[in-house]
């Protein structure tokens, strides 16, 4: 029954967006790779290598951007999908036989998702987000939303990288291109970068339900998603037309769990790394995760490793290692249920407790001494200040037919590709895909050059 359904839910996972093409006998790359292959090579992804990870705007080279964060997941994710790969094809060698896939196109899908997962962050990392979101809460954004649709606003109030991420996968925008379909990524790849495939509302977080805990889906992308499910056959969550949601792609799991093992035990180096964590905390966290998944054989090793930062950079590796493993015998062995769509939380809140309750401590820590350091917090606060104003001052000029003092100039800034939408609602989203695509010094110099504190350079 399993293999049927693993065979259902792949059959059309080749097919790509916007592009009929398929491999032949000559391409020495999967469709999978070349998915991996386009999202190194495009824009969005290069600008993460100046948009906030943990450490906003981070002098030490030591420090990980969104950009490093994403590579580091990528390969974390590309060995969760090549383990679980090779495990489903060993049991059920239908699926290679019927639908021609290795355990590497597994691996590549999982890892493709994986680098683009964070594609759609604004700068100044979730304090962008929020103050994206306080903005168009605000009474200054009512006479930009008024006449908005209760879906459109819901979209605006609550924006989610995840879903400006999968707008960047998944749209073209006429300006720039009259072939549809973005990036033109496979179905798989799409369905596995989704980890909420809902639109905004009605708001089901309270379902306690992994895949209904954010959206992931603009109004403008919900006929887009809607087609690739159907496609994979996608199990619906109580779909009527106000209410679009749909179980996960099984390997979206694999993407969570790769964020989730690199934010917890990766934050906790970089701030080691800066001097917020002192070595002993840091030793003993990574220590009693190895101990706790009976992996002492760093005990011996260790000795010959005598600078501090090699220690923790060694124990790291072996943590994540660890984590990969246990992450994917909980797929393996919930694979029914992952399928039927029954199973809806991260993999990794099925750990052993004693691994969960060290996971928390390490999330508790990291809270504490990185993420509320007076340092983070400074710059925070400046994204508070940038964006709002820098919203305000491109959707007035985008949305205002009249001429004001600065109209001209500051609609000149806006990219051509912005200024297109089909209505107020696109236009609006194309302000906000602008904005959140900036990184943080970008949108911090032109802050600075509208405000007139500092000129731009020539």
Known sequence: MSEEKWIKTLTNSKLRLGNSSKSTDDDIRSEFQKDFDRIVFSSPFRRLQNKTQVLPLPKSDYVRNRLTHSLETSSVGRSLGNIVGKTLLTKYPAIKEKLKLSSFDFGYMVSAACLAHDIGNPPFGHAGEDAINHFFKSKEAEKFTFDLDIKEIADLQNFEGNSAGFRLLATSLKSQNKIEGGLRLTFGTLATFVKYPKESLPNRKHEGKASLKKYGLFQTEVETYSNIAISLKLIAQNNKREDYAWKRFPLAFLVEASDDICYHIIDLEDGFNVGLIG???????????????????????????????????????????????????????????????????????????????????????????????????????????????????????????????????????????????????????NVVMFISGMTDRYAVELYKNLKGIQLADY
């Open 279 to 429: 070595f002993d905390e840091i030793y003993d966290f990574y220590t009693a995760i190895l101990d706790k998944c009976n992996n002492d054989g760093y005990k011996r090793k260790l000795q010959n490793v005598v600078d501090n930062r090699s220690r923790i950079t060694y124990l790291r590796s072996l943590v994540i290692n660890s984590l990969i493993f246990k992450a994917t015998d909980i797929f393996v062995n919930n694979e029914d249920s992952i399928l039927s769509g029954v199973f809806d939380e991260p993999l990794l809140k099925r750990l052993d407790k004693d691994l969960i309750d060290i996971l928390d401590k390490i999330k508790k820590k990291s809270i504490e001494k990185i993420y509320n350091s007076k340092s983070i917090l400074k710059i925070e606060a400046a994204g508070y200040q940038v964006v709002p104003f820098l919203l305000d001052a491109f959707i007035k000029a985008q949305l205002t037919e009249e001429n004001y003092e600065g109209k001209k100039q500051i609609y000149g800034l806006l990219p051509n590709q912005y200024k297109i939408g089909e209505n107020k609602y696109e236009k609006i989203l």
